[in-house]
């Protein structure tokens, strides 16, 4: 027994070796585990929303590289910021486009002015082109009648010479002498603190008045400009999905309320906050785009002026018309200029140039310029109007 006792004892050892060595190897494969024991919990991938029908598509979010520590979570990292197109060479390639598209506007003109003798039902001819476009009668008599008196006086038969006479008529039409810059300069306030510019942005819906809001968006960043987005249309969930996958394309943040329906002065005087608290040189509000009745719209967008107004003054209120509806959208200029207090036109779709001259009509009844104008779907395809490359490119130049 006694010859035993050494091997008893050696297999003793060894089995307590290997009982220590499981435990180390157990206790290293728990710590290896997130779990509700270990003090982490897993990773957490943030999958973007779904852009809207026509909008630009998010970006997907990657992976964030970052070690979770006790009570931490990892999350997916933002998406990709965008840098936008230069606002600059926005024109050239607008007013291409525009010339590209045909122009039934101004080749119907140009068509009549170049026969040899203008009888008067060539005038009436010309008369009637222009009020299809939507020019308006009061404009198109005016235009006319310049016409007949300059091609009489100056004997002008040559294409180029027609040309030339109509281009000179049409840019006096749209009016270059409007001012058309936009009012998004920072000012201070008594104390001296920022206070950023805020501009209100209104219109039905249908219009593209959210997309514009992103892109308009977009071409202040592309100025080096500072932007915080309110989304105050919480009638339509989809409207604050929309505005803030535009927002996130370019690094902009989003204020919108937590659930459909809200109190839309609420998210306004929010955005406007958040502007200022974070020092912005811009906060753009969407609104919602309903007009049932005058009286609700009044009291609607009345609220959202003064409630903004408490926190910082406005500094434009931009109107976003389809320019390809016509009468109606001037009918709804009309309502909107009553009760908002409208400073600037947007035109969307203008590509559509067969009805180019609501441009003329829609100052004209309002007495605000034209500011911006929309061509195409693209994320950059707003751009500050010109009247001169306007009139180039329903000209084909």
Same mark, same amino acid.
């Given at each position: 027994?006694?010859?035993?006792?050494?091997?008893?004892?050696?297999?003793?050892?060894?089995?307590?070796?290997?009982? &220590?060595?499981?435990?180390?190897?157990?206790?290293?494969?728990?710590?290896?585990?997130?779990?509700?024991?270990? /003090?982490? +919990?897993?990773?957490? !991938?943030?999958?973007?929303?779904?852009?809207?029908?026509?909008?630009?598509?998010?970006?997907?979010?990657?992976?964030?590289? !970052?070690?979770?520590?006790?009570? !931490?979570?990892?999350?997916?990292?933002?998406?990709?910021?965008?840098?936008?197109?230069?606002?600059?060479?926005?024109?050239?390639?607008?007013?291409?486009?525009?010339?590209?598209?045909?122009?039934?506007?101004?080749?119907?003109?140009?068509?009549?002015?170049?026969?040899?003798?203008?009888?008067? %039902?060539?005038? @009436?001819?010309?008369?009637?082109?222009?009020?299809?476009?939507? &020019?308006?009668?009061?404009?198109?008599?005016?235009?006319?009648?310049?016409?007949?008196?300059?091609?009489?006086?100056?004997?002008?038969?040559?294409?180029?010479?027609?040309?030339?006479?109509?281009?000179?008529? *049409?840019?006096?039409?749209?009016?270059?002498?409007?001012?058309?810059? *936009?009012?998004?300069?920072?000012?201070?306030?008594?104390? /001296?603190?920022?206070?950023?510019?805020?501009?209100?942005?209104?219109?039905? #819906?249908?219009?593209?008045?959210?997309?514009?809001?992103?892109?308009?968006?977009?071409?202040?960043?592309?100025?080096?400009?500072?932007?915080?987005?309110?989304?105050? @249309?919480?009638?339509?969930?989809?409207?604050?999905?929309?505005?803030?996958?535009?927002?996130?394309?370019? /690094?902009?943040?989003?204020?919108?309320?937590?659930?459909?329906?809200?109190?839309?002065?609420?998210?306004?005087?929010?955005?406007?906050?958040?502007?200022?608290?974070?020092?912005?040189?811009?906060?753009?509000?969407?609104?919602?785009?309903?007009?049932?009745?005058?009286?609700?719209?009044?009291?609607?967008?009345?609220?959202?002026?003064?409630?903004?107004?408490?926190?910082?003054?406005?500094?434009?209120?931009?109107?976003?018309?389809?320019? +390809?509806?016509?009468? #109606?959208?001037?009918?709804?200029?009309?309502?909107?200029?009553?009760?908002? /207090?409208?400073?600037?036109?947007?035109?969307?779709?203008? %590509?559509?140039?067969?009805?180019?001259?609501?441009?003329?009509?829609?100052?004209?009844?309002?007495?605000?310029?034209?500011?911006?104008?929309?061509?195409?779907?693209?994320?950059?395809?707003?751009?500050?109007? @010109?009247?001169?490359?306007?009139?180039?490119?329903?000209?084909?130049?």
């Amino acid at each position: 027994m006694n010859d035993l006792l050494p091997l008893w004892i050696l297999l003793g050892a060894l089995l307590l070796v290997g009982l &220590v060595t499981a435990g180390t190897v157990s206790v290293r494969r728990r710590r290896r585990t997130p779990g509700l024991g270990s /003090g982490t +919990t897993p990773t957490t !991938t943030v999958e973007p929303g779904p852009a809207a029908p026509g909008e630009p598509a998010p970006v997907e979010a990657g992976t964030s590289t !970052t070690t979770a520590g006790p009570g !931490t979570v990892e999350v997916a990292a933002p998406p990709a910021v965008e840098r936008p197109e230069p606002v600059g060479g926005r024109l050239v390639r607008l007013r291409e486009r525009l010339a590209r598209s045909g122009s039934p506007l101004g080749a119907r003109l140009l068509a009549v002015l170049s026969r040899d003798h203008l009888t008067e %039902d060539d005038w @009436d001819e010309l008369e009637e082109t222009l009020l299809l476009a939507d &020019v308006g009668a009061g404009p198109a008599g005016e235009l006319i009648e310049n016409l007949r008196t300059r091609v009489r006086v100056l004997g002008v038969r040559d294409a180029q010479s027609v040309r030339d006479l109509l281009r000179e008529e *049409l840019v006096a039409l749209v009016d270059p002498a409007l001012d058309r810059s *936009l009012a998004t300069t920072p000012t201070a306030a008594e104390d /001296g603190a920022p206070v950023p510019a805020v501009v209100l942005v209104v219109g039905v #819906n249908g219009t593209g008045k959210t997309t514009t809001v992103g892109k308009l968006a977009r071409v202040l960043v592309a100025e080096d400009r500072s932007v915080v987005l309110g989304a105050a @249309d919480t009638f339509r969930a989809a409207a604050a999905d929309q505005l803030q996958t535009w927002g996130s394309r370019v /690094g902009v943040p989003t204020v919108r309320a937590d659930r459909d329906g809200a109190d839309p002065a609420a998210v306004a005087f929010d955005a406007v906050r958040r502007g200022r608290t974070e020092g912005a040189d811009v906060v753009l509000v969407d609104t919602a785009g309903r007009l049932q009745n005058k009286a609700g719209l009044m009291d609607e967008l009345g609220k959202i002026r003064r409630v903004i107004t408490k926190e910082a003054p406005l500094s434009e209120v931009l109107l976003v018309l389809d320019a +390809t509806t016509g009468q #109606n959208g001037l009918n709804q200029a009309r309502v909107f200029g009553e009760v908002a /207090g409208v400073t600037g036109i947007v035109l969307t779709k203008l %590509d559509g140039t067969a009805r180019g001259g609501i441009v003329v009509a829609v100052q004209r009844e309002l007495g605000v310029p034209v500011k911006l104008v929309g061509l195409g779907e693209g994320p950059d395809d707003l751009a500050p109007f @010109d009247p001169e490359q306007f009139v180039d490119g329903l000209l084909g130049d």
